[in-house]
């Protein structure tokens, strides 16, 4: 028996249904396993700024930080498009705040959702489980930028140090340790020098981990890759910007949206977890989300920050199950499957724990 404190950030449109359908799950593997989950509710995105004119209230940031992890659920809609400060500015801000410079997310297409992949059948006959883990604090989206006063050019920063390489190097390797002990690590070494430096403090980790195999790979072989032989890889390492266009590919690649969660974590247990999808304000408020995104992503929560595997196990066998009875909400329904909304998604889950 364990007591654990969550931060929920429920955010906005689809955020505060996906996230209750979370904790109906979360709720249910407390009461079997004897644990304490305890919530805290805190706003960001579009509705702190309806609340405090701020998308992240420092009272958000000091609970987040007193928490052993935050699970979130998207913020953001065209209510506070042409707000001054907008609510994704909250995202980049909890994620600064809590250091989390690393992002990890899991593609992986089920067997009962095949006819989801826009890949045909015979690239996925060796199924798809990819974890994409993406440097988020670093590289050209955090270095300096100019655009000439006459506006002829414009230039972005590439900059990477031994150490941020690193840290998000240790993580790749960790957790190929928990998998399949196969690490490609993507650059452009071909032509850039951040990309020589990544690639060679990459080599120099790899000798900490043995038992884990390194191989190197261009972005532009590695996107050729992941669509027609997505099954070749485990762990992916790349940088911010790299890993911004291959996340978005390999989760295109395992079908639906609503499927896939995603976790943020620094150097701390503290981490935060959400679905990978946004917001979806056109179907906000009609109980059809799918809230398996959010309910792995808090079993992704209970594994990697809690140590609960067997808890996080649970979670993901009864997704299993609920997909193989063939309910369905609307965004992976085909003909002859069970219709279901959000709520009964989540319920159903909860009872096969
Ligand atoms: P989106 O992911 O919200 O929606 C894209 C499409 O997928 C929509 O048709 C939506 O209905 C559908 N969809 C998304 N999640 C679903 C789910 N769980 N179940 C069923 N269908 C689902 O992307 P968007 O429309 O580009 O963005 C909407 C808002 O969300 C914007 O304000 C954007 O900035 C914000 N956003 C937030 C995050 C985040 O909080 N991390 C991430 C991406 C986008």
Redesign the pocket.
Known sequence: MADFKIALIK?????PE?VDGAVTVLDAVAKKYGHNFNYTEVDM??CAIDKFGTPLPQETVDICKASDSVL???????K??NCKE???KG?LGIRKALGLYSNLRPSILKKQLKDASPLKDEKLANGLDVMVVRELTGGIYFGERHTAEDGSWASDEEKYSVEEVKRIGKIAFETAMLRNKRVVSVDKANVLDSSKLWRKTMTELAKDYPEVTLTHMYVDNAAMQLAINPAQFDVIVTSNIFGDILSDLSSAIAG???MLPSASLGATKCGMY??????????AGMD???????IVSAAMMLEMSFGLSAEAKAINDAVDKVLDMGYR????YSDGMKKIG?KEMAALIAENI
Do not use: Q, Y
């Open positions: 955010g906005d449109g689809i955020g996906i995105g579009g979130l659920g998207a913020v953001g809609g065209p506070w498009d907008r609510p994704e995202l639906s949206i609503g959400e679905p990978i999808h946004g917001s979806a304000p056109d179907i059809i989300a799918n809230p398996i995104a959010t909400t609307t965004d992976i959000c």
